[in-house]
Structures are given as C-alpha cells and as structure tokens.
C-alpha cells in the first residue's frame, strides 16, 4: 500500500512541476505571415496547333498576305543544324 501511495505522489509532483506558466507583460501582436511567391511556373506552349487556338483564325496561318499579328511561318519550323535548311515543323512546342 505504501508503494502504491508513493507512486501517485510522485506522479502527481511530475504533472504538477509540468505545467506551463502564461508570461507575464504585454505580449506583441501576431502578425499573419506573408504569402510567399509560387515556386512553379507553368512551361509556355508554343507551336502550330496552340497559335492556331489563340490566334482566332487558323486559316490566317496559310495566308502569305496575312496581317503580323499572326505571326511568320519561320516561328512554326525547325531547322537542321548540319544544312542549314528548314525541314521540321512544331506541332507543339514546350519552353522550359
């Protein structure tokens, strides 16, 4: 009995020497955290098919006589670096 007296006590000292004190004084104001810039940014698509979507009119994309806004036709190919010629065109294009 007397071992079981002597185990609460002491369980009892533990918890109460354990709690947690309020401090004392004026306390600064929490101020909310900044949100901080996004860390990925989404890859731009180029190429045919999406100037074609955003353009408004595809067919202005075969047009020689076409107004700048829609661009060349030296933006949609690819050329092979041993010749020196245009011989590939972007479909889809995606620039890290």
């Known amino acids: 009995m007397k071992i079981l007296l002597i185990a609460f006590l002491a369980g009892l000292v533990t918890t109460a020497s ?3 004190e309020a401090p004392i004084g004026p306390q600064k104001p929490v101020s ?3 949100t901080p810039p996004p860390i990925t940014v989404r ?3 180029q190429g045919v ?3 074609a979507f955003r353009g408004g009119n595809p067919l202005q994309m075969l047009n020689p006589g076409a107004p700048a806004r829609y661009g060349t036709g030296e ?3 690819a050329y092979n670096p041993f010749t020196g010629k245009y011989d590939q065109i972007k479909l889809f294009e995606i620039v890290f």
Do not use: G, N
């Open 18 to 20: 354990a709690q947690i």
């Open 32 to 34: 909310a955290m900044p």
């Open 43 to 45: 890859p731009e698509v």
């Open 49 to 51: 098919v999406p100037r």
């Open 75 to 77: 933006q949609s190919l």
